[in-house]
């Protein structure tokens, strides 16, 4: 059973929304940090979104006010809704579990030991 599988990415034109959602069936949320990062062709991924243990979030600016993380605990599932997509929105976006992490690393990806297969997010103009 793979832990973490992402799903919910497509292609859609500036301006419009997506949820990815993230089955993470072996992870219990209390016990882990669990993040969205991105990464663009020729890029270096990037952080996205991350939600702590205590429900705190944390977001890279460009997104803040436009994307928001959230998960349901009973059925083991993380989300991110994205609003307002520009086309520097485009990358493949992974889930990921870590254990709890301070506030100042739950964006780094090297913090993180478990990954998703990725979606693909594609924003035309």
């Known amino acids: 059973q793979v832990p973490l599988v992402a799903s919910g990415g497509g292609s859609v034109q500036a301006g419009g929304s997506l949820r990815l959602s993230c089955a993470a069936s072996?992870?219990?949320?209390?016990?882990?940090?669990m993040g969205w990062f991105r990464q663009a062709p020729g890029k270096e991924r990037e952080g996205v979104a991350a939600i702590n243990t205590d429900g705190s979030t944390s977001y890279t600016d460009s997104v803040k006010g436009r994307f928001t993380i959230s998960q349901d605990n009973a059925k083991n599932m993380l989300y991110l809704q994205m609003n307002s997509l520009k086309p520097e929105d485009t990358a493949m976006y992974y889930c990921?579990?870590?254990?709890?992490?301070?506030?100042?690393?739950?964006?780094?990806?090297?913090?993180?030991?478990?990954w998703g297969q990725g979606t693909q997010v594609i924003v035309s103009s």
């Open positions: 072996r992870y219990t949320f209390s016990r882990y940090c």
């Open positions: 990921a579990a870590a254990p709890p992490l301070a506030w100042w690393t739950r964006l780094q990806g090297r913090y993180y030991n478990s």
